[in-house]
């Protein structure tokens, strides 16, 4: 929470998609078969898509949780959040 990008899951790590078609698209990706990629992004439907219209996929190695979530919280709420987190 504090630092977000200190240790992200690979099943959380960021992606920016490029197609051949011009789109940039980014998120995580929640399904990979031979010939498809789908990514979940925040605010937006899932999308999927195809393999063979990609020019290039990066791995940002940035999760999506937002920087600085912190500093909306009193300490005792992110103390309260934390101990949610670690079912406490």
Known sequence: ILDPNAAVEERYRNFSI???DARDLTGIIIA?????LTL???NRPD????RADLKELTASGLSLMPENLEAAF???RL???IAFVLGQ
């Open 40 to 42: 979940r992004a925040p």
């Open 32 to 36: 990979e078969t031979p010939t498809t």
């Open 18 to 20: 490029s197609t051949k």
């Open 74 to 76: 009193t300490p005792q």
């Open 47 to 50: 999308e999927t898509v195809l």
């Open 79 to 81: 103390a309260d959040l």
